[in-house]
């Protein structure tokens, strides 16, 4: 199998699922002559021409909007925001109309869009730049919502949300476009709502999803050094969640973390921790913690942006607090 | 008062399909607001009299095999005017499951897939980027069609409004953008509240034909909208029109329009935009009071009949409520 990054993952689920269907286009801001912000569409607009990689003027909520329009009368379209933080100016869009048109109108609507973009913190971008905003999405019925953090899983998923026939937002990291993994040549879908476990073990689950993937397999690196053995669950899909393979993992390891790069408060961390917390109750050795970034703004400085997120030495803890080793 | 345009021009059956789609949206109105008194309609309910001429004439210039409508949550004369039976939207007031909606929108969100009445939004102004991506779909496709997006006075000074005009020249869309200038955004004055008191100017800001047009008189509705549709389904040139119009009732039911003058008030209704088309045909002996007087009957009778469907439909099941949310 060739290893490709994450980014040319994305790029050639776009690519084949524009060669296959005719009506899925790509629109954003600098997805066309300029090969895209983090050129995911290199390449894109010489082979597909401008009315189907569509450059858009900085308008997050009129180009989200043209989109669920197209979208509700036969086109596929995706939505490129350059990042999910110009999303808010967009939100109204994604909210009022594409997660409510089919349920307004008594389901005489489908509105198959995906909006994708860049997610969470990079590095030296202060607060305005570095905001993961997956719970906001996530609590949004009407909405499909999936973080693959392999370029393998980006690109399955990618394919499987541009063929949905609901709105999918899609949520990348401006960190992983650069990862590398093996994809096949062959084509090959992977189903929205499906978790993956990442890394088999006994004494601990860890549930994570999207960028965090990373810390957490190295903290279970560490951990198996000193035989602590650790289950990854990457959840993929946000909404909606794959309750069943958490709760299978918990009941065999007896214990729970959660790590996610959102702030704790009303996050997709905190809803996993409540589902595991009640459905597996009796099951559970220890309480279930969460890892999350702190719940300040994310400042510039260096130093201080990476003490606020999620990191390997914050995952290693929490396992060994769950053990009651710490 | 009469029309100043030349009526003789336009085939009898034409014309009476005009005056029929205005009568029958009053009549339902009135039922409507009738029925939401006694309780029956719950909620935003924003009627359409004394604005029929504007929905009328507008649509009358499409053809809804190809064409589109999108409005605001004031929608129900879009809705009779694309087609829809009274009976499914009366029923969806009511919130019954023969609805158009299934009970899932009410008042403010009609939606007629099938006869291109694409809703009926309840976000001010949140349509008009829809509509523009609509208008897209028609350009990808090589398609024929135009689009018609209507919004109120209250919604011009949304940033959705502007990023959508700016985005239908740019790409060169088929769509004409109305602006239904009823004078009140909800309790304000357009006045207070614009730069410009002539919003059609505001298409030579993005380099698009603009004009102001009388919605009092549905002919004049009708001949002007024409020559804009005509632009933009030939030479793919979107538009900016402002209709001027006025809303008898308040904003919605609950309000009671203190902030107008009961003789504005009257001096518009001097000017209806039906007692206009009626005045006319008579005038030109098109028609007779006996025949408006019949088709008033038959009107209201659709209105009274709109409601006893309504009354009469089930409530949707409880098992509904996790219908409709995803394909």
Redesign the interface.
């Known amino acids: 199998m060739p290893e490709i990054t994450y980014r040319e993952a994305l790029r050639q689920a776009i690519d084949e699922e524009m060669e296959r269907d005719r009506t899925v286009f790509l629109l954003g801001e600098e997805v066309g002559e300029y090969n895209g912000a983090y050129k995911v569409s290199m390449g894109l607009l010489d082979k597909y021409g401008p009315e189907r990689v569509l450059d858009t003027p900085i308008t997050e909520e009129g180009f989200t909007g043209v989109g669920i329009g197209a979208a509700c009368v036969g086109l596929r379209p995706i939505v490129e925001w350059m990042t999910f933080n110009f999303s808010i100016q967009a939100l109204d869009q994604v909210l009022n109309n594409a997660a409510k048109l089919r349920h307004m109108s008594g389901g005489q609507f489908k509105v198959p869009i995906v909006f994708r973009g860049p997610n969470g913190p990079a590095e030296y971008l202060s607060s305005q730049h570095s905001q993961a905003l997956q719970s906001m999405f996530a609590h949004i019925p009407g909405l499909l919502v999936v973080a693959p953090a392999t370029p393998y899983d980006a690109k399955g998923l990618l394919k499987s949300a541009i063929r949905n026939d609901n709105p999918v937002v899609f949520l990348e990291a401006e960190l992983m476009y650069a990862w590398k993994g093996h994809v096949p040549d062959e084509e090959y879908l992977i189903p929205i709502g499906k978790a993956d476990i990442k890394r088999n073990g006994l004494d601990v689950t860890i549930v994570t999803y999207s960028k965090p993937l990373k810390i957490v397999l190295d903290a279970a690196d560490i951990l198996a050094q000193e035989d602590i053995d650790v289950e990854v669950v990457d959840l993929r899909s946000l909404r909606p969640i794959d309750e069943e393979t958490i709760y299978k993992s918990v009941r065999k390891t007896n214990r729970c973390v959660v790590v996610d790069e959102a702030w704790p408060v009303c996050s997709v961390g905190s809803h996993v921790a409540w589902l595991v917390s009640k459905n597996c109750f009796d099951s559970l050795d220890a309480p279930v913690e969460v890892i999350s970034s702190e719940d300040v703004p994310l400042p510039y400085n260096h130093r201080l942006e990476l003490a606020c997120q999620p990191s390997v030495e914050k995952v290693v803890k929490a396992v060994k607090k769950s053990l009651y080793m710490e | 008062m009469t029309s100043v345009v030349e009526v003789t021009k336009y085939e009898r059956v034409f014309l009476w399909k005009l005056l029929k789609e205005m009568i029958l949206i009053r009549r339902v109105e009135e039922k409507a607001g009738q029925l939401y008194g006694l309780r029956k309609i719950g909620g935003f309910c924003h009627l359409y009299i004394g604005q029929e001429a504007v929905a009328v004439g507008s649509i009358a210039c499409l053809d809804l095999k190809k064409d589109?409508v999108?409005t605001a949550y004031r929608d129900h004369g879009h809705a009779i005017a694309c087609g829809m039976h009274p009976n499914p939207m009366m029923a969806e007031l009511f919130g019954k499951i023969t609805?158009?909606?299934?009970?899932?929108?009410g008042s403010m969100?009609l939606?007629?897939?099938e006869k291109h009445m694409?809703?009926?939004?309840?976000?001010v102004g949140?349509q008009?980027?829809?509509?523009?991506?609509?208008?897209?779909?028609i350009?990808?496709?090589k398609e024929d069609g135009v689009v018609l997006c209507f919004f109120g006075d209250g919604a011009i000074h949304q940033?959705?409004f502007h990023?959508?005009v700016?985005?239908a020249k740019?790409?060169g869309l088929p769509i004409i953008y109305i602006c239904e200038n009823n004078q009140y955004g909800m309790g304000t004055d357009f006045r207070r509240v614009s730069s410009v008191h002539d919003f059609s100017v505001m298409g030579a800001s993005y380099g698009i034909p603009g004009k102001q047009i009388n919605g009092m008189d549905v002919l004049e509705v009708y001949e002007e909208v024409s020559e804009f549709v005509k632009l933009a389904r030939e030479e793919r040139m979107p538009s900016l029109l402002e209709i001027k119009t006025y809303r008898y009732k308040g904003h919605s039911m609950s309000d009671p329009a203190k902030y107008r003058t009961s003789e504005e008030v009257s001096e518009y209704k001097k000017q209806d935009p039906i007692l206009i088309l009626k005045d006319t045909l008579i005038e030109k002996g098109i028609i007779t009071e006996h025949d408006y007087q019949s088709l008033d009957e038959e009107c209201k009778q659709i209105a009274l009949e709109s409601a006893d469907f309504a009354e009469e439909s089930d409530e949707p099941p409880l098992e509904t409520i996790y219908?409709?949310?995803?394909?």
């Open positions: 589109y999108i609805g158009c909606s299934r009970g899932k929108g969100h939606f007629d897939a694409l809703g009926g939004n309840g976000i949140a008009i980027p829809f509509a523009t991506g609509v208008a897209y779909k350009k990808y496709n940033g959705a990023e959508s700016n985005l740019i790409w219908e409709d949310v995803l394909a």
